[in-house]
């Protein structure tokens, strides 16, 4: 669940993004991320641009919202941050050049999300197919956008999945197939299994146990954190 509306959405990702931070997620997600510019998809509500500033980067944060850019100002008043509000479906070209003078050495993606009223989602299956599909498009835009600009070498995706978790080896091939065949083909991008991690995020675990109880299938299941780091092929 992700809010119908831009103030549930806000509301619901301050909650999570704060356990993130607690967890030490973003922190972890930031020391994967190579180069010292940084093009951000998806500033959210600035946990994550935060965690990048922590590390010394530049950063170019875009989000459609511009309530999660004020939010993200108001959460990161020092540091190399410059924001951008703007659609990534829709970008105009005097934002294409803005964003190519920015320079950006690795662009990166991570915890894709929006408002139900924008994702279409429902509490339902077909809602979760409907998230499914939305980040599905935007890592494919994200993955454009990065082939278009020549000084981006590395692409960073991270998002929430469940795994058995003793078959993360297996997924970890799954994670790289599935990016590789879908979000960066044909695009100058590949990822490789030795970037392809996995994060238990704990908190969230330990809920899933009266699930376990009653639905012996997820025996083993616990969701996590599906990073890979895609490099631009030589």
Same mark, same amino acid.
């Given at each position: 669940?992700?809010?119908?509306?831009?103030?549930?959405?806000?509301?619901?990702?301050?909650?999570?993004?704060?356990?993130?931070?607690?967890?030490?997620?973003?922190?972890?997600?930031?020391?994967?991320?190579?180069?010292?510019?940084?093009?951000?998809?998806?500033?959210?509500?600035?946990?994550?641009?935060?965690?990048?500033?922590? *590390?010394?980067?530049?950063? @170019?944060?875009?989000?459609?919202?511009?309530?999660? @850019?004020?939010?993200?100002?108001?959460?990161? =008043?020092?540091?190399?941050?410059?924001?951008?509000?703007?659609?990534?479906?829709?970008?105009?070209?005097?934002? #294409?050049?803005?964003?190519?003078?920015?320079? /950006?050495?690795?662009?990166?993606?991570?915890?894709?999300?929006?408002?139900?009223?924008?994702?279409?989602? *429902? =509490?339902?299956?077909?809602?979760?197919?409907? &998230?499914?599909?939305?980040?599905?498009?935007?890592?494919?835009?994200?993955?454009?956008?990065?082939?278009?600009?020549?000084?981006?070498?590395?692409?960073?995706?991270?998002?929430?999945? &469940?795994?058995?978790?003793?078959?993360?080896?297996?997924?970890?091939?799954? @994670?790289?197939?599935?990016?590789?065949?879908?979000?960066?083909?044909?695009? /100058?991008?590949?990822?490789?299994? #030795?970037?392809?991690?996995?994060? *238990?995020?704990?908190?969230?675990?330990?809920?899933?146990?009266?699930?376990?109880?009653?639905?012996?299938?997820?025996?083993?299941?616990?969701?996590?954190?599906?990073?890979?780091?895609?490099?631009? *092929?030589?």
């Amino acid at each position: 669940m992700s809010g119908q509306s831009v103030a549930e959405f806000m509301a619901y990702w301050e909650a999570e993004g704060k356990a993130y931070v607690r967890r030490g997620d973003y922190d972890w997600m930031a020391s994967l991320v190579p180069g010292q510019r940084v093009l951000e998809i998806g500033s959210g509500l600035g946990f994550s641009s935060a965690a990048l500033i922590g *590390k010394g980067l530049a950063v @170019l944060a875009v989000d459609s919202l511009p309530e999660c @850019l004020a939010v993200t100002r108001e959460r990161c =008043p020092a540091g190399d941050l410059a924001l951008m509000q703007a659609d990534l479906s829709a970008l105009s070209d005097e934002q #294409r050049a803005a964003i190519a003078s920015f320079q /950006p050495d690795t662009v990166v993606c991570w915890l894709m999300g929006a408002p139900a009223e924008v994702t279409g989602a *429902k =509490p339902s299956e077909a809602g979760q197919q409907a &998230v499914a599909a939305y980040r599905e498009k935007m890592h494919r835009l994200v993955a454009e956008l990065a082939a278009e600009l020549p000084t981006v070498q590395c692409l960073h995706l991270v998002d929430r999945t &469940v795994i058995p978790w003793q078959a993360k080896d297996i997924g970890r091939d799954t @994670l790289v197939r599935y990016h590789n065949d879908k979000t960066l083909l044909g695009l /100058p991008f590949a990822g490789e299994r #030795r970037h392809a991690l996995y994060r *238990k995020i704990e908190d969230a675990a330990a809920t899933m146990g009266h699930l376990r109880k009653s639905h012996p299938s997820l025996k083993g299941v616990v969701p996590t954190l599906a990073s890979l780091l895609a490099e631009r *092929k030589k």
